[in-house]
């Protein structure tokens, strides 16, 4: 397994592991407010899971159409489904990238005002470790929230945990 299996495989399962332990608080405790992330657990895993969707459609030059994806009153499954559809789509792009040698290869990112030029290799290094940020940002909510026994989240710890 290379170094990119590794990144999408611990990204994928330890949010997902996060998402599942969201099950265990009242839905509204979700939406409590919190001086971090977007500012509730349901807001900052929206903006996680769609972030993945977004740098995935827009390196694969999918016009990006405001408001696309209904988000409000998702359940903690149906955002578990976003998230491993999402995935699923970022990872093989991620893979076709890699296999073509193309991460050093120039798209334009057509939400920025203006469009701006973009490596693939620094896109995909920014959703993976974007999706690290506001996972911690989630833990430290769901912490709050009185969930105990909380994984750490770290590399090793999937790799001995998810892959045996």
């Not at 409590?32 to 992330?37: A, I, M, N």
């Not at 696309?68 to 998702?74: H, T």
Request: hydrophobic letters at 40%; a negative charge.
């Amino acid at each position: 397994m290379d170094l990119l299996d590794r990144l999408l495989g611990h990204d994928a399962w330890t949010t997902r592991r996060v998402l599942e332990r969201c099950r265990e608080v009242d839905p509204a405790a979700l939406h409590r407010r919190f001086d971090l992330g977007h500012g509730t657990a349901y807001a900052t895993i929206v903006h996680m899971i769609g972030n993945v969707r977004v740098w995935t459609d827009l390196m694969n030059g999918v016009t990006i159409e405001p408001g696309r994806n209904a988000w409000d009153g998702l359940s903690v499954d149906e955002l578990i489904a976003r998230h491993d559809a999402s995935q699923v789509d970022f990872a093989a792009l991620a893979r076709r990238i890699r296999d073509a040698g193309r991460w050093d290869e120039r798209w334009v990112d057509t939400l920025d005002d203006p469009p701006a030029e973009k490596t693939y290799g620094g896109a995909v290094a920014h959703v993976i470790t974007h999706d690290m940020h506001h996972r911690g940002e989630v833990l430290h909510i769901l912490a709050r929230l009185g969930v105990p026994d909380l994984l750490e989240g770290d590399a090793l710890s999937w790799e001995a945990t998810a892959r045996g």
